[in-house]
């Protein structure tokens, strides 16, 4: 089976957050499954700068005004798993990041510059650049490759069949419907309605409407979207799309998140022999200016600093935090002015609070490793990632109950822990009082060694890599195409992806 895997970031050639994780984990663990996955994302400088072995596959006619652009091919870095990346220099070679301009704005022409992602998808799924190569399924990713599905709806048959996958629905690349004609998109498409959303053209109703399947990044996640309260004005939609709509469980890159054979990390560690932990938690310290204290409950915080991820609420407990002898720490960028204030906090609280804005991929490791708590709430969340990494390191996150949170993290209670299932500390409400309660459990807990390690233990076991969900992603995409598994047998993982089902 040919799949075309179509992302606007990818580890290591281009990253922002969890979903350039898993669009280098999944075409992994799909290749490791004889699925033939190849990436097509566009050409950032550093992605131009970081495949390994490029070469100009083919020259891009013009096309929406843009002329001068290359098909890239290569391989994503340290694996097997082909890439074409899009080198359209007007487009996207430019300082500043994936999506925004250095002063925190969005580029202008983000409309022009991902409807030419989908355009150059769906010429390669077409084979129309001239390449051997064609998929039987393309699988675009969030908003920024909505208009694919659309796209290719409007090609005759044959043309490949279409997965879309909403990694958060709160992202919905929505723009004045005056672009449409710069986007190569018909205008009837919003006139009928099937990709207008409060007078705007959505990129993201577009992948939701066009597309054969819809998938989401959890079970819970798929639940809850079908609400107006998580829907985003879109819950109808994929109500109407009814079996054709399945929630799927993100997994992790277990092997770049290993904590036995890390290599950013000072000591590795592993279930056997945590010992080396504490000489991460130590090192942690010293490397953000914190007292090395064995004693000290070390939490951290690597995530976006934004009003979904709960930082305003997380902010306001540190004062409470400190007077408690507890350090904190925190990687991230997002919203400034929280970034301000997470700064200040720093300057008030020496020697509890250390902060570091941006993100770094090496220390995003240290911190999982030497933190004891992730602290990884959220008013809504998709799946998250960062509290399946700290689960493998033995990191206990606290967690909201919602969406993937949810599914992943079985919160410590008397009977939880008597039975050896609690993984972590979960609260309900999306409120200061309830977070304070939790990390307040969970400083009473840690206290108790001989509890805590148990705790560490039995997080460390949980298996959260790709190997369950890839195979539901392969039979989602057999079930699509009408291809029966090698052996002619009815696939007892298909029937699985069925109870996932959004109902």
Same mark, same amino acid.
């Given at each position: 089976m040919r799949l075309l895997f179509v992302t606007s970031e990818a580890y290591p050639l281009a990253k922002t957050g969890g979903l350039a994780d898993v669009s280098r984990a999944l075409p992994i663990a799909l290749k490791r499954r004889g699925i033939d996955a190849r990436l097509?994302?566009?050409?950032?400088?550093?992605a131009l700068e970081h495949i390994e072995n490029p070469r100009i596959l083919a020259e891009l006619a013009p096309m929406l005004g843009i002329s001068g652009a290359t098909l890239v091919s290569g391989?994503?870095? $340290?694996?097997?798993?082909?890439?074409?990346?899009?080198?359209?220099?007007?487009?996207?070679?430019?300082?500043?990041?994936?999506?925004?301009?250095?002063?925190?704005?969005?580029?202008p022409d983000n409309a022009l510059r991902f409807a030419f992602l989908s355009h150059v998808g769906a010429k390669l799924a077409m084979g129309r650049l001239g390449l051997t190569w064609r998929p039987d399924i393309v699988h675009a990713?969030?908003?920024?490759?909505?208009?694919?599905?659309?796209?290719?709806?409007?090609?005759?048959?044959?043309?490949?069949?279409?997965?879309?996958t909403a990694h958060n629905m709160a992202f919905q690349g929505n723009f004045p419907p005056g672009i449409?004609?710069?986007?190569?998109?018909?205008?009837?498409?919003? /006139?009928?309605?099937?990709?207008e959303l409060y007078g705007q053209a959505s990129f993201l109703k577009a992948g939701l409407c066009y597309s054969d399947r819809v998938t989401t990044v959890s079970p819970t996640y798929a639940r809850e979207i079908l609400t107006p309260e998580f829907g985003f004005g879109l819950d109808g939609l994929l109500r109407e799309r009814g079996d054709d709509f399945v929630g799927i469980l993100n997994g992790i890159d277990d092997a770049s998140w290993d904590p036995a054979a890390d290599i950013h990390l000072p000591r590795s560690f592993r279930l056997?022999?945590?010992?080396?932990?504490?000489?991460?938690?130590?090192?942690?310290?010293?490397?953000?200016?914190?007292?090395?204290?064995?004693k000290a409950p070390l939490i951290g915080f690597v995530s976006r600093i934004a009003h979904q991820k709960m930082a305003d609420a997380i902010l306001a407990v540190l004062p409470w935090l400190a007077? /408690?002898?507890?350090?904190f720490v925190l990687l991230g960028e997002g919203d400034r002015e929280l970034e301000a204030e997470f700064a200040q906090a720093q300057e008030r609280h020496p020697g509890c609070v250390a902060v570091r804005i941006g993100y770094d991929e090496a220390l995003a490791h240290r911190l999982q490793a030497g933190?004891?708590?992730?602290? $990884?709430?959220?008013?809504?969340?998709?799946?998250?990632?960062?509290?399946?990494y700290a689960l493998r390191y033995g990191t206990l996150p606290?967690?909201? /109950?919602?969406?993937?949170?949810?599914?992943?993290?079985?919160?410590?209670?008397?009977?939880t822990i008597a039975d050896r299932t609690a993984t972590g500390f979960v609260f309900d409400d999306a409120s200061l009082e309830a977070l304070t309660a939790a990390l307040e459990r969970a400083l009473a807990l840690y206290t108790k060694p001989l509890t805590w390690r148990c705790l560490q233990l039995q997080a460390m076991v949980q298996d959260f890599s790709w190997d369950i969900s890839a195979d539901r992603y392969i039979s989602l995409y057999r079930d699509v195409a009408g291809i029966a598994p090698a052996d002619g047998t009815v696939d007892p993982i298909a029937t699985d992806v069925q109870r996932h089902v959004a109902i």
């Open positions: 097509l994302l566009p050409g950032y400088p550093g391989r994503l870095p $340290a694996t097997n798993v082909p890439v074409f990346l899009i080198d359209a220099p007007s487009l996207f070679r430019r300082d500043g990041g994936i999506y925004q301009s250095g002063n925190g704005q969005d580029w990713n969030d908003w920024h490759a909505g208009l694919l599905p659309l796209l290719l709806s409007l090609e005759p048959a044959p043309r490949p069949k279409t997965i879309f449409l004609p710069t986007a190569g998109v018909p205008e009837d498409c919003f /006139r009928c309605g099937q990709i056997g022999d945590i010992s080396g932990k504490r000489v991460c938690k130590a090192a942690l310290q010293r490397e953000l200016g914190l007292p090395v204290s064995p007077e /408690r002898g507890a350090q933190s004891d708590i992730l602290l $990884a709430p959220a008013r809504f969340e998709p799946c998250g990632l960062t509290q399946l606290i967690v909201r /109950r919602t969406g993937g949170l949810a599914d992943t993290v079985v919160d410590a209670n008397a009977r």
